[in-house]
C-alpha cells in the first residue's frame, strides 16, 4: 500500500520530520487530522502516512526500524478495531510511541483501546484517549517529549497552556 497522505512541517528544517503520524487507513484521517493540526501548529516538522500492521506488515516494520535513522524523535500510531499498529511498531524502535486508539462502531473503541493499551512488559507504548481527544493530546504529548531538549517548543508550550487557562477564565454561564 503506498502512502496516502504525507504533509511536512517545518521548525528547522522542513525537509526533516520530527514526528510521524501514522495510522491504519485513510478513513483514520478524520481522527488524527487533529494531530496534524496541534504539530502544525506548535510549527513541528511532521508526516503523515497510512500503513497497516496486519495489511502491510512488511511496509510498517521497515518503517518502524528505519524511523530513528531518519531523525524521527516520536511517533504517533492510530489504529481502530482490534488492530494493533502501535504494538508492532513499538516492538521494533526504541523511538516513543504514542497511541490513539480510534472510534470503532462496533464498540465504540473500546476493541482499540484494549489492543493499544494491553501491551506486555518490555515493550511501551504511551495510550491516550480514543478518537479526536487522544489525537489531540498525542500531538501535545509529542511536543513535550520534543520541549524536553528544545526550549523553543517548551516556551510555546507554556504559552499555549496559559491561552488555555484564558479562555476557561472568561467562560461564563447564562
Request: glycine share 10%; net charge positive.
Amino acid at each position: 500500500m503506498a502512502c496516502v497522505i504525507v504533509r511536512f512541517r517545518h521548525m528547522s528544517d522542513p525537509g526533516q520530520p520530527l514526528v510521524a503520524v501514522i495510522m491504519g487507513s485513510k478513513s483514520d484521517w478524520e481522527t488524527m487530522r487533529h494531530a496534524d493540526e496541534i504539530l502544525t501548529r506548535f510549527g513541528v516538522a511532521h508526516e503523515c502516512k497510512v500503513m497497516s500492521a496486519h495489511r502491510t506488515p512488511a511496509m510498517t516494520t521497515e518503517y518502524a526500524t528505519g524511523a530513528e535513522g531518519r531523525g524521527i524523535e516520536v511517533i504517533i500510531a492510530a489504529a481502530g478495531g482490534a488492530a494493533h499498529l502501535a504494538g508492532v511498531v513499538a516492538a521494533h524502535t526504541i523511538l516513543p510511541v504514542l497511541g490513539v486508539p480510534i472510534e470503532s462502531p462496533a464498540l465504540k473503541g473500546m476493541d482499540s483501546l484494549l489492543s493499544t493499551v494491553q501491551m506486555p512488559g518490555g515493550i511501551p507504548v504511551g495510550t491516550l484517549a480514543i478518537g479526536k481527544p487522544g489525537a489531540i493530546n498525542a500531538a501535545l504529548l509529542a511536543v513535550a517529549i520534543l520541549g524536553g531538549h528544545r526550549p523553543d517548543l517548551r516556551k510555546r508550550l507554556h504559552e499555549f497552556r496559559e491561552e488555555q487557562e484564558r479562555k476557561i477564565k472568561k467562560e461564563t454561564l447564562p
